[in-house]
C-alpha cells in the first residue's frame, strides 16, 4: 500500500465514521461559551484533528521516504473555493464578536462555524464517493431510529418516564396535542424533522442502487423516517410537503400535488396565525409568533445591514423574552449584515454549482445529483421558518455536496 492510497483509506474511514456517529451523539448536550453544544461537536472536533493530525503524518513520512504524493487526477483545485468561504464566513463569525452584545457567545459561535467548515472541508477531500457517503448517513438515520424507539419502549416497560423524555418533547409553540412530539436525540423536533427529511431523500436517491437483499431494509428504513417524521409534528412538514408537491408535478401526478400543496399551506398557516383546533376532547392551537419573530430580527438586521449586530443567541425579541430568528435568512442578515449573508451564500452557491457541473451523465448517477441538489432545497425551503444555520447535518451535507467538484469519479 502506497502512501497515497493509505493516507486516502484511513481519512475516508474516519469521515465515514463521523458521518454516521454525528446525529446520535447529539443526545449528549453541555454549554461552551453560553451557547448549546453536543456530543457531535465532539465527533466533528475528533474528526477535524484526526484529519489533520494524518494529513501531517502523512507528509512527514513521504519526505523521510524522498517520495512525493501520487497525483490524483480526479482532484479539482476549484473544490477548496467554497469551503474557504464557509471558513472565512466562521472566521467573520468570530470577529463578531467585537460589536456583538454577547461578545463570548459571538466568539464560540465563530469557533464553531470554523469547526464546521473545517468537517465539511474534510468529508469532501476525504470522504469517499457521494453514494458511500448517503448510505452511511442512511445507516446512521437507522442508529437514530433504533434508540429513540428503544428509548421509547424502554420507558413504557420501566414505568420511568426519564428514558422517554430524552426523545421527546413536550414544550414548543404548540399546545393540546394528544401526545408528545418526538425530537429523538436532537434538542428539538424541528432539527429531528429536518434530518428525516433530508434522510428520506437521500434513500430515495440510493434506491435504484441498493443491492435486492438491502430492499427490505431500505423499506423499513423508510417507513421508520415517515413516521418519525410524523411523529415530530415539526415545521420540516412544510419543507416535505412542498418538496413532495414539486416532485408530483415533475411527474405530472397532479392529485399528489394538490393534496401536497394544500398541506403546505395549512402547515404554513399553523406556523403564521394562532389557530384553534377541536380534536376530541383536545384543543390543539399554535402560537402564530413567527411574524414577530421576523419583524423582530429583521429590525435588528435594519440598525445595523451592512456588518450585522454580531452573534448573539437572541436576534430576536417579543416582549422581555429573547428568541432566535426561526429563519436562517434573518438569523444571517440580522447578525453578520449583508457582509456574512454574502460571504456564507456564495460558498453554498459555488457548491451547489459544483454538482451541476459534474459531467457524468450515466442515470445512477444522474438520480445521486438530484437526491444531493433536493436535500439541499428542503433545508433551504426549510429554512424559511427554521433556524438551521448550525445545524450539524446540514454542513456535513454540504461537505458531501462537495464531493462532486473535490473528485472525478462516479459518486
Known sequence: MNGSTEKREVTEALTLLAVGLVPIAHIVTFLVGGAVANGGDVVIALLVASALVWRLLWRGRSRRQRERPAASGDRLVTGHLPFVLLFGFGCYAAISSAWSPTPEFALWKGVGYLGLAVAAWVVARAGGPWGGLADVWLVGTGLVLFVATALLVGSLLSGLPALGDRVLYRAGGISGLPF?????PFLHPNLFGEYLLVSGILLWGRWEQLPPRRRRAAITLAAGIGLGLFATVSSAWWAAAVMLAAWA????????AALAGMAAAGTLFAMLYRIEVLSGVHVIATDGLRPRFWGSAWEAFRRAPLFGSGGTPFPAWVGERGWDAHSVPLAILSQYGVAG??????????????????????????????????????VAIHGIVAGSEDFRHVWLLMGMMGTWAARRREP
Open 341 to 378: 449573508a454574502l460571504i456564507l451564500g456564495s460558498g453554498v452557491w459555488l457548491l451547489v454549482l459544483g454538482v451541476l457541473s459534474a459531467g457524468d451523465t450515466h442515470a445512477p448517477v444522474q438520480r445521486n445529483r438530484m437526491a444531493a441538489l433536493a436535500a439541499l432545497a428542503a
Open 180 to 184: 408528545p412530539r418526538v425530537r429523538g
Open 249 to 256: 408535478v415533475s411527474r405530472k401526478r397532479w392529485l399528489i
